[in-house]
């Protein structure tokens, strides 16, 4: 297998260990939709379809798009390596590293935020096509299932060569050559393992072996803890009312081991989106366990909004080094994951609304909160600020961020089930409400392994 160069290698090809998302594009109701491969995992194992068509303004959700390339065999050395039953950790040691990836070659594709591997699934939910199976997530690396082969869609590239950024190729099943096909469903597009093509094009989101450790990147979720105050940019807890919880306040205490002060910091773009952030560089903040974003509402206020009204205008802050000097401009967007600039625990940050240049502050407690120890600090927005709104950024360990967010997929789905609940209380059996049994189901399993000691 080809080795990794360094340069221009970086964005012209894709090697083991990148994080990438798998794109395509469909017609729906004569409309063009630019769509990513993506999987929920916790709750729900079938992959679906994530929309990028307007994501300036209706920002998707890359974190449950994002896979890991996580190893690439020939097809040969997967048979051997099957055959002798391999434990599939040495096989990553001997075809690790950050090799380019080559047509023909089967891949490993490993989801980012489960852990677990795109797999072609035994059952089928197909109502069109009864030889089609289900495409989802697998939670180890036995048999051939979560295995794909790469193959081009364009007679300009063969079997051998280097898969480039942006070719349009083909993902082929080894356990059972069917193809990674969009399906048209009942009004709904869905994934499936078929005998039918579509083509996809792979969009890297990060350089696995161009990572500046401790340094700020895209995707990356984080507390804003403020300078010099043991406070941290939060909202209300979850005894508040929905309305209440879309405010925001620094917030001393314990609050700074809890979820509710994680974000997750989301560039305006897709491809690249997990390259090193830049001061200046516009990005939105999202609230990680209610999923909505940070948005000026008004000329000073700030509220957390849902993703459909996150429009750029509202939702794009960006980093600074200081107030006085800016730079000159927005720079240009690169390919590449970029020169780290912004240190976690090291650079102090000013946040700057990238539309109208006002900055990130808080409102003065009066001298009685202070003294009774009750100061909540409400965020706005200001022309000038304070002179120590400047933030360290502090970065979250990977099963804190995760346990945040099956906090919110959790509290949706139930929700969404006890809200069908009393809707046929009220209406009696006579209404249609669907209630989400199987996912309900599962993620009751699935918090029972979650929350098992270790052994």
Not at 16 to 43: I, M, P, R, Y
Not at 203 to 228: F, M
Not at 372 to 400: C, F, P, V, W, Y
Not at 412 to 434: C, Y
Request: net charge negative; with cysteine.
């Amino acid at each position: 297998m080809a080795e990794a160069g360094d340069g221009e290698d970086e964005i012209q090809f894709l090697r083991t260990n990148d994080e990438v998302v798998l794109q395509c594009s469909a017609t729906l109701h004569k409309e063009q939709l630019k769509l990513c491969l993506a999987a929920e995992g916790f709750g729900n194992r079938l992959c679906f379809l994530e929309s990028t068509s307007n994501s300036k303004n209706v920002p998707p959700d890359l974190s449950i798009c994002t896979f890991v390339l996580e190893q690439s065999l020939s097809v040969r050395a997967l048979q051997e390596m099957l055959a002798n039953n391999e434990e599939k950790a040495e096989g990553t040691a001997q075809g690790g590293g950050h090799r380019t990836l080559l047509y023909g070659h089967a891949v490993l594709l490993r989801h980012s935020y489960s852990g677990m591997y795109l797999s072609c699934l035994s059952t089928s939910r197909s109502s069109t096509d009864k030889l089609a199976f289900d495409v989802g997530l697998q939670e180890d690396t036995s048999g051939e299932a979560c295995w794909w082969t790469i193959h081009p869609a364009s007679k300009q590239r063969s079997e051998g060569e280097k898969v480039r950024v942006g070719d349009d190729l083909i993902l082929v099943s080894v356990s059972s050559e069917r193809y990674l096909h969009l399906s048209y469903g009942c009004s709904t597009l869905q994934v499936d393992a078929a005998f039918q093509q579509t083509l996809w094009s792979v969009a890297p989101i990060c350089s696995g072996s161009e990572v500046a450790q401790g340094y700020l990147k895209g995707g990356d979720v984080l507390r804003l803890p403020h300078g010099h105050m043991d406070e941290c940019l939060t909202v209300p807890s979850g005894e508040h009312g929905e309305e209440q919880r879309r405010t925001v306040h620094y917030e001393g205490g314990a609050v700074s081991i809890h979820a509710r002060s994680l974000w997750r910091l989301e560039t305006l773009r897709v491809a690249w989106s997990g390259s090193h952030i830049r001061w200046g560089q516009p990005f939105r903040l999202r609230h990680v366990t209610t999923g909505n974003y940070l948005s000026l509402i008004d000329e000073k206020g700030l509220l957390l909004m849902g993703k459909e009204i996150a429009d750029v205008k509202s939702t794009a802050f960006c980093f600074r080094s200081s107030k006085e000097k800016l730079d000159a401009g927005i720079r240009k967007e690169v390919d590449g994951m970029g020169s780290p600039e912004i240190k976690y625990g090291d650079s102090v940050c000013f946040i700057q609304h990238v539309d109208t240049g006002l900055w990130l502050t808080y409102q003065s407690v009066d001298a009685k909160s202070a003294r009774m120890g009750t100061a909540q600090r409400k965020a706005i927005m200001h022309h000038e600020g304070h002179m120590d709104d400047g933030l360290t950024l502090s970065r979250s360990q990977h099963e804190e961020s995760r346990t945040a967010r099956v906090i919110r997929s959790t509290v949706f789905l139930f929700n969404r089930f006890i809200g069908g609940l009393d809707a046929l209380n009220k209406q009696g059996k006579s209404t249609s409400v669907d209630l989400p049994i199987e996912s309900v189901s599962l993620s009751l399993q699935d918090l029972i392994g979650y929350f098992q000691p270790p052994d």
